[in-house]
């Protein structure tokens, strides 16, 4: 019992033990709790004072800032200002001294109007005595010449245009005269530029052809039993075989140069072959021909080549290559066109045209020559369908048509530029050739168309016909009229003759004074 009892009271003991010592902590721990509140308390308003210090300090700086540059825009503004103040300034400154000098000028005016009213004024009058003097005067040469107003302005009109039709008929002449000299000198330095670029090779071609035959049997055997062979070899190609006493050669004759070539290549493939028949002879003659057909085709491919004109058209590359074997006047067409083409381009580029267009029409304008034993029409307008069905231009066209004078009227430089290329190459000597009697039939009609003119006493056409010298009676034609009978000559001989390259018209006046001393 006794140590039941020490229990409690030790336990009552610890108990009131434990509740002091909690409530001796409890007191120390609140102490600490509040110096640490104390001192925390303290660090805050230090760290206060100190960021309202600096955020003081900035806000002054701030503060400074925005206070010089507001400073510094004030000042800017002022200057600007101050400048446009000045400008102003300027500005009714030199008003004032315009304005000063309009009333300057404006008395001025007003002065020299008033000088001009008077001096009017003044004129009006004399005007008025002028008249008066005049009506006077012409009352009196009426009065002494018994000639009425009107009979004497006739006159006078009569004698002014007389002296003003001498006068520019002297003027015409002159600018004429400077113009022809001026042309002539500067043509012939084209034209001898553009033919010194053109080097071209001609020989005068022929409408035969001669086949070179090894021995008279072989002669028979061409013509055949009662001439069968030659005959179905004329049929199958269009040509004349000429059989004569020639040794070991038969001639080939056509117009037309593929079928005479043609007809060439079948007989020496006939004689080299030995089997000579009718039938022999269409087999070959079909063959060559197929042959000639690819034949012309690169002919015509190396000719546009040479030109310098792409992208034409596979029918017209094959009339090209036809023209190698058609002449005009013995001279080759093929080399002729290449020519034409080759100086149209040099002169086009010469005068700063388009040399492409003067090459392609110069190119096209005689390929109406490889058909027109074949189709109706002229070369020209034969050659102007080909183009104009391969859809050439209009203007293309009018250069193919007028590079003959007389068969339309030339549209464009370039058009002139294919007549003179044209002309060139036919007129060069040795270019071309005719037989005596047609040549000699020109040069009578030359010479009978200057005849034909009033005044005209004697005409000698020279040079080959290049020229025609015409003598005229002194006493019926003076020196202008020589003049215009040489152009009128040269208008007449366009017209009715046709002629390659240009003739020359020389008026000649002679006049001749003789006396007798005694």
């Known amino acids: 019992m006794e140590n039941f009892v020490v229990i409690i009271i030790t336990a009552i003991a610890a108990f009131l033990l434990g509740f002091v010592l909690r409530f001796v902590y409890a007191k120390l721990n609140a102490k600490s709790a509040e110096h640490v509140s104390e001192r925390i308390i303290s660090e805050a308003k230090m760290m206060a004072e100190s960021k309202s210090k600096e955020a003081l300090l900035e806000a002054k700086i701030i503060v400074d800032k925005e206070r010089k540059e507001f ?48 001096k009017e004024q003044n004129l009006k009058v004399k005007f008025d005595e002028v008249e008066q003097i005049k009506e006077e005067q012409k009352k009196t040469l009426e009065r002494i010449s018994a000639m009425t107003r009107e009979e004497a302005k006739k006159t006078l009109i009569s004698s002014m ?93 056509a117009f037309d140069g593929v079928r005479r070539q043609i007809a060439k290549i079948a007989l020496e493939k006939l004689i080299a072959d030995g089997r000579i028949h009718p039938a022999r002879i269409e087999e070959v003659v079909e063959k060559v021909k197929k042959e000639m057909e690819e034949h012309l085709k690169e002919i015509g491919e190396q000719a546009a080549i040479d030109a310098g004109v792409p992208g034409l058209n596979s029918e017209i590359i094959r009339l090209l290559g036809k023209l190698k074997y058609r002449t005009s006047y013995g001279q080759n067409q093929l080399q002729h066109t290449l020519e034409v083409t080759w100086l149209a381009g040099a002169i086009a580029g010469e005068l700063g045209l388009d040399v492409m267009f003067s090459k392609k029409a110069a190119l096209l304008h005689d390929i109406g020559k490889a058909v027109d034993h074949e189709v109706e029409g002229t070369h020209h307008q034969i050659s102007a369908d080909i183009a104009k069905k391969h859809g050439e231009s ?125």
Not at 190 to 203: E, G, Y
């Open 71 to 118: 400073e510094n825009e004030i000042r800017e503004k002022k200057q600007s200002v101050q400048i446009l103040e000045n400008r102003v300034n300027q500005r009714e400154e030199n008003l004032d001294r315009k304005l000063d000098v309009v009333d300057k000028k404006e008395r001025a005016l007003s002065e020299k109007e008033k000088s001009v009213s008077d």
């Open 161 to 253: 245009e007389e002296e003003a039709k001498q006068d520019a008929a002297i003027l015409a002449q002159r600018i004429e005269q400077e113009t022809r000299e001026t042309a002539d000198k500067k043509s012939k330095e084209i034209l001898s530029i553009a033919i010194q670029k053109v080097a071209a090779d001609h020989t005068a071609d022929i409408t035969t052809s001669t086949v070179a035959i090894p021995n008279d049997e072989i002669k028979g055997r061409i013509i055949g039993r009662e001439g069968r062979n030659i005959r179905a070899f004329e049929q199958a190609t269009g040509v004349d075989l000429i059989v004569d006493d020639t040794p070991e050669a038969i001639t080939v004759s």
């Open 394 to 518: 209009p203007k293309m066209i009018n250069a193919i048509l007028s590079h003959h004078e007389g068969f339309e009227t030339p549209q464009s430089a370039e058009a002139f530029v294919i007549a003179a290329a044209d002309a060139i190459s036919a007129a060069r000597p040795g270019a071309r050739r005719e037989s005596v009697e047609l040549y000699l039939k020109r040069l009578e009609k030359l010479e009978k168309v200057a005849k034909d003119f009033k005044g005209v006493s004697m005409a000698y056409a020279i040079q080959a016909g290049r020229e025609v010298r015409i003598l005229v009676e002194p006493e019926n034609v003076d020196d202008k009229q020589a003049q215009v009978l040489a152009r009128d000559i040269a208008k007449k001989v366009e017209q009715e003759l046709e002629y390659p390259g240009q003739i020359k018209i020389t008026v000649i006046r002679e006049t001749r004074a003789q006396d007798i001393a005694k």
